[in-house]
C-alpha cells in the first residue's frame, strides 16, 4: 500500500529580512528543500544551531510561518487547524494568569463551545495526569511541566499532524522517558504524524522512522535512521559524527557495517561476551580542586506560597574551582536552589554565606537577561577586554548576530549571547540554569571549553546528562527540595540506574567504568 503523502515540499528556499545598522539585510536560512512528510510517520529533524530547522517546522503551518522572503512550494492535505506546533520555549505559549485558561485558550481561539472545551480538557488532562497543576500561574512551574502543558494545549484540538521543536529540552531523564512514550502513543494509537527537530536524540532516536540532517539551510542526508546515522559516520566532516546518538556512535565505533545500535539494550547485547582490555579501565582522575568553600548554604527553606516548599532544610557547600552540576526531577527545586543562591530569591529560613567577589547568572528564560535592542550593545561596555571580545565572537560565531534584537534570536543563538556577556564580565563565579537546552554537540564542547578557561566556579542545573559525565566534578541530586545525595562526577553515573548515560547503561556487566563514548573509544579503537 502506497504511503499518503500529507505535506509535500518543493524547492522551498526563506530568507529572513533584518536591519542592521539602518541597512535591510537578507539572511537566507533555507535553500532547495525538497521533502514529504508522510502519513502516520515520526520524522527527526537534525542539526547544528542556526542550520534551519525550527525555519523548515515552523514553514509547515501556515500561523508560525515567521516573516520573510519565500518561493517554492509547501501543499499541505492537511486543514492548519489541524496541524499543532509546539515551540522549543514554551514561554511563548503561556499567557494567561493559570494553566487552567491556557489549556483552555488554543480551544477558545478556534471557538468551540463550552461542552466540547469541557469534554476534551477533561480527557486530556487525565490523560496527562496533570490535574494538580490546573490552578497553578505558568511562571510557578518548571520548565519541564511548562513543556508538557504546552503540548497538553496542542492536543486539545485533536491534530492529525504535530511539530514539536526540541520537545525533551527541558525534561530531566525520567520525565523525557514517559514524554516520549506519550509521543509514541499518540502515534500508534491515534495516529498522529509527528515532526520534531532535537538537539539530543539519543531518547528519541528509537522512534523516529525516518531522519533528515542539515547544515546551513540544506537537507544533507535524508531517508531511514539507519542509512542517515551511516552516513553522518562515513560523511567527510568528522564534526557530522557529533550529531550521531551516543549509543549508535559507540555501534558504528565497533562495527560499521551492521546495523547502528539505537537503544542502550541493542549495544549491550551487541558488546556481549567481548574482552576489556585489562589496562584499559578508567583512572580517577585527580581533582584540582582548592579546599576553599566560596558559597555555604545551611537549612534553607524557600516557599512561593507559604504551603508547599520548593526548598527544605537543604544545606550544601560549593567549593572554589569545582564544575557542580545540580540534578534532580522537573519540579525538585532545581531552578529555585540557583537563585537563592545567587541572590535572585531570598529563603524563607536559613542562611546563605558566600565569599566570590563577581556573579553572573544564566537564566532559564533567557529573554529576561536581556536589556538592550542589540547583542552588541549587550555585549560592550566600558573597560572591557576586547581581546578576550574578540575572542568569543570568533568562538562563539556572534559576528552575523551582533546586530540583531536577542528576540530575534534562535534558542542556541541567546545561548551564545547570554555566555560571552558573562565571559566578557570575568565572574569568579557563574550560575546557569539548563545551560545547554538549546545548544547542538559542537557548541557544548566550545561552551565546557571557554568555562574552564575562565577559571570561575561553575554551579548549574541541568538534565543533560552526557554533558554533566563529561565535565562535572561533582554532582548532587536534588529530590523533594533537600541534597538526596552528593558524589564526584563519574561515581555518580557510575552508581546511578536511570541518571545515568546510555553508555553506562549499555556496559554496566561489562566494564562499570565505561561511561562515556570517549571511554568506548579508548578501550576498544583499534578492534
Avoid at 381 to 393: A, H, N, P, S
Amino acid at each position: 500500500m502506497a504511503e499518503k503523502t500529507l505535506i509535500s515540499i518543493r524547492d522551498l528556499n526563506f530568507s529572513y529580512i533584518n536591519m542592521v545598522q539602518g541597512e535591510c539585510v537578507k539572511k537566507q536560512a533555507l535553500k532547495n528543500i525538497n521533502i514529504d512528510i508522510y502519513e502516520g510517520e515520526i520524522l527527526l529533524i537534525m542539526g547544528p544551531s542556526g542550520s534551519g530547522k525550527t525555519t523548515l517546522l515552523r514553514n509547515m503551518k501556515d500561523e508560525a510561518i515567521p516573516y520573510g522572503e519565500k518561493t517554492g512550494e509547501i501543499r499541505s492535505e492537511e486543514d492548519s487547524k489541524k496541524t499543532a506546533i509546539v515551540f522549543s520555549d514554551p514561554e511563548t505559549q503561556l499567557v494567561t494568569s493559570s494553566v487552567l485558561n491556557d489549556l483552555a485558550l488554543s480551544m477558545e481561539n478556534l471557538g468551540y463551545d463550552n461542552y466540547t472545551q469541557k469534554k476534551r480538557m477533561s480527557e486530556t488532562v487525565s490523560f496527562f495526569g496533570i490535574e494538580d497543576l490546573l490552578y497553578r500561574a505558568p511562571d510557578t512551574l518548571s520548565g519541564g511541566q511548562k513543556q508538557m502543558i504546552t503540548l497538553c494545549e496542542q492536543l486539545m484540538v485533536r491534530p492529525n499532524i504535530l511539530l514539536l521543536d526540541e520537545p525533551i529540552s527541558q525534561l530531566d531523564p525520567i520525565s523525557a522517558v514517559n514524554f516520549i512514550d506519550t509521543l509514541r502513543r499518540l502515534n500508534e494509537e491515534l495516529g498522529i504524524t509527528i515532526v520534531m527537530t532535537e538537539h539530543r536524540p539519543d531518547e528519541v532516536i528509537s522512534m523516529a522512522h525516518r531522519m533528515v540532517y542539515m547544515e546551513k539551510g540544506e537537507i544533507l542526508y535524508s531517508g531511514t535512521k539507519e542509512a542517515v546515522l551511516k552516513q553522518l559516520w562515513a560523511g567527510d566532516d568528522i564534526k557530522q559524527r557529533d550529531f550521531i546518538p551516543v549509543v549508535s556512535k559507540c555501534s558504528l565505533l565497533l562495527d560499521k557495517e551492521a546495523k547502528p545500535c539505537v537503544t542502550p539494550k541493542e549495544l549491550k547485547l551487541m558488546v556481549s561476551g567481548m574482552d576489556i582490555k585489562a589496562d584499559a579501565h578508567f583512572i580517577k582522575p585527580v581533582l584540582n580542586l582548592k579546599s576553599d568553600v566560596i558559597i555555604k548554604l545551611r537549612e534553607i527553606f524557600f516557599s512561593y506560597d507559604r504551603e508547599h516548599f520548593a526548598l527544605r532544610n537543604l544545606s550544601m557547600d560549593v567549593n572554589k574551582g569545582e564544575f557542580l552540576c545540580v540534578m534532580g526531577s522537573n519540579g525538585s527545586g532545581k531552578s529555585t536552589l540557583l537563585k537563592v543562591t545567587c541572590g535572585i530569591l531570598k529563603a524563607y529560613m536559613g542562611s546563605v554565606k558566600s565569599k566570590f567577589e563577581k556573579i553572573q547568572f544564566m537564566p532559564q528564560d533567557l529573554n529576561s537577561f536581556f536589556t538592550e535592542d542589540t547583542i552588541i550593545e549587550e555585549t560592550v561596555f566600558k573597560g572591557m577586554d576586547e581581546d578576550l571580545y574578540r575572542k568569543l565572537v570568533k568562538e562563539l560565531c556572534l559576528s552575523d548576530i551582533l546586530y540583531k534584537h536577542p528576540y530575534d534570536l534562535s534558542g542556541g543563538e541567546q545561548q551564545k549571547a547570554v555566555l560571552a556577556c558573562i565571559l566578557l564580565r570575568k565572574p569568579d563565579m557563574i550560575i546557569m540554569d539548563e545551560p545547554t537546552k538549546s545548544m547542538d554537540p559542537s557548541l557544548k564542547h566550545m561552551v565546557a571549553k571557554l568555562l574552564k578557561e575562565s577559571g570561575a566556579t561553575v554551579m548549574c542545573a541541568t538534565h543533560d546528562l552526557e554533558f554533566a559525565a563529561c565535565y562535572a566534578t561533582r554532582c548532587v541530586m536534588l529530590f523533594n527540595g533537600e541534597i538526596a545525595y552528593s558524589l564526584e562526577g563519574r561515581e555518580f553515573f557510575k552508581e546511578n540506574r536511570y541518571y545515568t548515560t546510555s553508555v553506562s547503561r549499555a556496559f554496566r556487566q561489562t566494564d562499570s567504568d565505561i561511561v562515556l563514548y570517549e571511554d568506548v573509544l579508548r578501550v576498544f579503537a583499534g578492534r
